[in-house]
């Protein structure tokens, strides 16, 4: 089973536990000789179903970067697909074990003596997915640029539409903090400030192509 991560510090494992970010983002990283590329997501001719690695058919689809020259230039695969149940990473500590290690998962051999010993005790990166103690599953994967968020899905993320003011202006923040956004498209500026803090200042100026992964608690 795989494994996804959230980011603790900006409160996004909580909002999704708590059943309030139910979508999240990720980058697709191109390679640097491609040009001016495009990513465009259609259904496959005839002759691409002959030729294309049986690996980069998505739901009948493929994902395809091309240059300017309207040529394909290689294949992208998303790391999640539909219907797939992800584990959420969270460290022991977090996922409610006990530091006693008659506690422990029975398959996690690393652990070794006193749990809070471990190395996934306070860092989630080490923690096995079959230990971690909740999952989420993919109901809805699509391509598009950063920018391209609408504000649904800006709440989708985790961003909090706080409340209306007696102007009808609508007041948002994000999981980690309360400062609100007063422009037309508020809910995207949230969204923009707090990719920038998860994922590097400039990301949203950036624009990228990501994959769009849409998710519901499963457990």
Known sequence: MKKIMFNDEFRLTQAVLN????????????DECVRFPIIRFRPLENWEKKVVNPNYVFNGHVYAVY?????LCHLVKPRYEIGEVVAIAQSYKDSGYSPDSLDRHPKDLSVRGLMKDSAGWNNKMFVKSYACRHHIKI??????????????????????????????????HTPHTKRGYLSTDVAQEAFAALIDKVSGKGTWESNPFVFAYEFVLFD
């Open 67 to 71: 240059n300017e020259l309207d040529l």
């Open 19 to 30: 059943g309030r970010k139910t979508m999240t983002r990720r980058i697709i990283e191109i």
């Open 139 to 172: 109901v809805n994967v699509k391509i598009e640029r950063l920018q391209d968020i609408s504000d649904e899905d800006c709440l989708k993320e985790g961003v909090i539409h706080a409340y209306t003011d007696n102007n009808g202006i609508k007041i948002y």
